[in-house]
């Protein structure tokens, strides 16, 4: 079971974007994801008639590496880090260190 997963409500905790929040749009592979609205950059872009697509300066947001990332825990209002624990039925569950809340997925 993977840490984090797409929907977590993440905070940047290193690079440019330092201190943003933004929920995980998509997991690249097993140390990168993207960020809604985190580490979007400027793309020069070709039209292309047979797709239909116009050409220009389009924003797109790149992945950012899983180190740069951490929970953000709405009760502390701050990053946090994630555990794993069994449940009554040996169901894997995630929560939070901090305090032992259960993670919504």
């Known amino acids: 079971m993977k840490k984090l997963r797409k929907g977590d409500d993440v905070i940047i905790i290193a690079g440019k974007d330092k201190g943003k929040r933004g929920t995980i749009i998509s997991v690249k592979d097993e140390d990168h994801v993207v960020v809604q609205g985190i580490n979007s950059v400027k793309k020069h872009q070709k039209p292309n008639p047979t797709s239909g697509s116009v050409g220009g300066i389009i924003s797109r947001e790149m992945p950012i590496h899983?180190?740069?990332?951490?929970?953000?825990?709405?009760?502390l209002q701050k990053a946090d880090r994630i555990g794993f624990r069994l449940d009554a039925d040996n169901n894997k569950t995630r929560i939070f260190r901090s305090n032992g809340q259960l993670i919504e997925s």
Do not use: L, Q
């Not at 899983?66 to 009760?75: E, G, L």
């Open 66 to 75: 899983i180190s740069n990332v951490a929970i953000y825990n709405f009760t």
